[in-house]
């Protein structure tokens, strides 16, 4: 195989390359259009909008919805710049940073959700948003690492069908592990909802110095709630319910939601013990 530099232009098919006939012929620029990496990238952006905009209208979660608007936008993007040019670099990069911050939380999340025995929904929920996005992080890094598309095709075979059978081990794995045992509300909890980025109610009279919190989440992103002074800090991704007990002296605490930017955008309240 001759070796080409990133100035050369792209080789012709049936240059000394075995196999060129399975590959058709390289259009001008570089790469192929609608082949590997491309196709992988622009299915996974697919795959990652509508499944963000079916949680986002069926949980009302203004976030996941706004996470489908800017997949969708990328999608976009992506069909009508030029591949290989500097829009289409940036929408690549783009793209890259928002899989990686779905499949972070994502994963994080599935994890979480299944060792508490929640609902199967909201371990499938994140599950499918985990592979979903993942595919798409591998499709970015090799658009962005392997610019010829030399090994694109085999290898985005392999991410997908890697994807779907990441998603039925993990879900065969969770149903080992048992769903729908999750946490119920003691008749002396006092419960917090979180929804839209928001408490329920942000001033909570303790009615003793042994507290206990039943915290649910709504929203398909992470939420906490932390209290600095009580080391107190309950963590609940998509859908979870949980409940953590602490004792404290008589006083007024307050408690916020740790994940970035969620504080400042009014996660914070007041809990009194008398
Ligand atoms: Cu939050």
Not at 38 to 56: E, F, M, N, R
Not at 66 to 85: D, E, K, P
Request: glycine share 10%.
């Amino acid at each position: 195989m001759v070796p080409h530099s990133d100035l050369s232009p792209p080789p012709l098919a049936g240059e000394g390359r075995v196999g060129a006939n399975l590959f058709p012929p390289p259009l001008a620029g570089e790469g192929r259009v609608g082949a590997g990496w491309s196709t992988l990238l622009l299915w996974s952006a697919i795959a990652v909008a509508i499944l963000q905009a079916i949680v986002g209208i069926a949980h009302v979660d203004r976030e996941a919805i706004a996470f489908a608007v800017l997949f969708a936008v990328g999608v976009v993007i992506l069909t009508r710049v030029r591949q290989g040019g500097r829009a289409y670099t940036a929408t690549v990069i783009i793209l890259g940073l928002l899989f990686a911050d779905v499949a972070f939380w994502m994963i994080t999340a599935t994890w979480s959700n299944a060792r508490n025995h929640e609902q199967l929904l909201y371990i499938v929920e994140p599950l499918a948003l985990a592979c979903a996005s993942t595919a798409g992080l591998i499709a970015v890094a090799g658009r962005l690492v392997d610019r010829r598309q030399r090994a694109a095709q085999s290898v985005a075979a392999v991410v997908t069908i890697g994807a779907i059978a990441t998603f039925v081990l993990c879900l065969g794995a969770a149903a080992i592990d048992g769903w729908g045992k999750e946490q119920t509300q003691g008749p002396n909890d006092l419960s917090v909802k979180i929804h839209n980025t928001a408490y329920s109610s942000t001033k909570i009279n303790a009615a003793s110095r042994q507290v206990t919190l039943y915290v649910t989440n709504d929203d398909l992103f992470w939420h906490t709630v932390t209290i600095d002074q009580l080391g107190v800090d309950l963590a609940l991704p998509v859908g979870s319910h949980r409940r953590i007990t602490f004792t404290a002296p008589s006083g007024t605490y307050t408690f916020y939601c740790r994940i970035p930017g969620h504080r400042q955008a009014g996660m914070q309240g007041t809990i009194i013990v008398p």
